[in-house]
């Protein structure tokens, strides 16, 4: 009955009022998913994110602000206050002087050191940490407050690097006396809240942390709350339960922006991608998976799915590379009647291709899967929507995933990021060492043109090989109440710190 009355007021464009929040200064944010680890060269995912930055804190931050969309990239001090490049192989970083973690412990150089030396551990559990940041040689703690990152090859990227979430520094003393799984259930860090409690699949509370740097939050609690239903979560915004919502589709903006008390914002974030396992003896030929991309219509799904706002990219990359960025690139193309001819080629018999996809997970996700696979059934092949909870959970060994689909690494405005790790690390792609080898060398090499040269090289052997498809690169819609302050940011980088987030102010 409660929920009939609530869907009634909704419908009239009314909103109950802010006062069923418990305090002025309790800042909730309602979630499609809460992840209930916390280690942040683990948990790196579109729902791990909004976790660590608010837990953790990185040596160099990128700051989102500075082109005022949210999408910037100028990089600016963190817990180091400033750094420079001794050498080509060097890179030393100067900490703040009375840093300190949530715990009391001092973080100082040894901190640091720890940090990346427990990703590098061979023996260690960060595999896919461990490929990204394969290029460090060692790190060397000349006094508490002088670090330095020295590097295999030259890396053009390395700053870039320590704005990422799996280079948030770590208490050296808590991680070995807790351990590892330990840690990641109850996390200690440097960041603007520090961690207070998770309960599965309900929330994560956060306090402020009155020793951050960067001054004091603006939340004195902060809470993730999962709230898996859309209609749940937007009930509960215009409940005045919760400040922000994300996962917001295109469909209900209207909804949100008809309420007098909230509103939606939002930020181009990531792309959407399919990731094909080549070795599967239907998707081994290459034609069938060119054939794949060919039937996708991804303007339509834009208009279809995103009201026209999913942009159909230039090959699989982004305006934020700089000169990295080629423009005269041209967009994938939709082309059926090839598609078909190319997929008869290929000598597909009719076996059953499954597609592979979260209910809940990406915004339009489930949507999407379910378009196409009717595209692709249009074209002859055999394709099943495969809905699966755990889609999160499923290792890349799964052989039971034929198809999937998955957002692309655009946390880094570089394409060895875009390219190289989101078509190796989290890709089904076999037999792509040449690809792999071109990228390792254009991540080594502080010369501009060879990496543009390299990286479109690698961009042709993608789309020739077809191990996937990139869809489009999608805006990140946010319900907000009006009378926050708050600026949403690229790569779902969910940030309530000093400066981005005030109570009471509007946009």
Request: one cysteine or more; aromatic letters at 10%; charged letters at 25%.
């Amino acid at each position: 009955m409660v929920r009939l009355i609530r869907t009634a007021v909704l419908a009239a464009g009314v909103c109950l009022g802010a006062v069923q929040i418990a305090t002025a200064q309790d800042l909730v944010i309602g979630m499609q998913d809460v992840r209930p680890r916390f280690d942040p060269a683990i948990e790196t995912g579109n729902t791990g994110i909004p976790l660590s930055n608010a837990v953790f804190e990185t040596l160099i931050r990128r700051d989102y602000q500075s082109d005022g969309k949210g999408t910037g990239t100028k990089l600016v001090p963190a817990l180091a206050e400033n750094w420079h490049r001794v050498d080509d192989l060097t890179l030393e970083l100067k900490l703040r002087k009375g840093l300190t973690f949530h715990n009391g412990d001092p973080l100082t150089s040894k901190d640091v050191k720890f940090t990346f030396d427990r990703i590098l551990d061979p023996k260690s559990q960060y595999a896919r940490s461990q490929f990204q940041y394969e290029n460090i040689a060692r790190v060397e703690a000349l006094d508490d407050l002088t670090v330095r990152i020295i590097t295999k090859k030259p890396d053009p990227t390395i700053e870039l690097m320590l704005t990422f979430p799996a280079s948030s520094i770590v208490p050296k003393d808590y991680f070995e006396k807790v351990g590892f799984e330990a840690f990641g259930q109850k996390p200690v860090g440097a960041g603007p809240y520090r961690f207070v409690e998770s309960v599965d699949d309900d929330h994560v509370s956060m306090e402020a942390f009155p020793g951050f740097w960067g001054g004091k939050p603006p939340a004195d609690k902060l809470v993730f709350r999962e709230i898996p239903d859309l209609s749940a979560r937007i009930t509960a915004l215009a409940n005045g339960e919760v400040e922000v919502i994300n996962n917001v589709t295109p469909d209900q903006i209207p909804a949100i922006d008809n309420l007098d008390c909230c509103e939606v914002r939002s930020v181009m974030a990531n792309s959407h991608l399919l990731n094909y396992r080549t070795s599967n003896p239907v998707m081994a030929d290459k034609r069938f998976r060119q054939g794949l991309n060919l039937a996708i219509d991804r303007e339509l799904l834009s208009k279809a799915l995103w009201d026209g706002k999913a942009e159909v990219l230039h090959s699989h990359q982004y305006p934020e590379w700089g000169e990295l960025y080629n423009a005269d690139r041209p967009k994938f193309a939709y082309d059926p009647e090839r598609a078909r001819k190319l997929i008869e080629e290929s000598g597909y018999k009719g076996e059953q291709i499954d597609f592979t996809t979260s209910p809940v997970y990406y915004t339009n996700g489930l949507a999407a899967a379910e378009a196409i696979v009717s595209m692709w059934q249009k074209v002859g092949v055999n394709a099943k929507v495969d809905v699966n909870e755990n889609w999160y959970e499923k290792s890349n060994d799964d052989s039971s995933i034929e198809v999937r689909n998955i957002s692309d690494w655009g946390d880094l405005p570089d394409p060895n990021v875009t390219i190289m790790w989101s078509w190796t690390i989290t890709a089904l792609w076999d037999g792509n060492q040449a690809f792999q080898d071109l990228g390792h060398k254009a991540a080594t090499t502080l010369d501009q043109k060879e990496r543009f040269r390299l990286y479109q090289e690698m961009l042709d052997m993608f789309e020739d090989q077809a191990p996937g498809a990139v869809l489009y690169r999608v805006p990140d819609f946010y319900g907000v109440r009006r009378d926050a302050k708050w600026q949403p940011y690229t790569n779902y980088v969910m940030d309530f710190r000093p400066g981005n987030f005030v109570f009471g102010a509007g946009k």
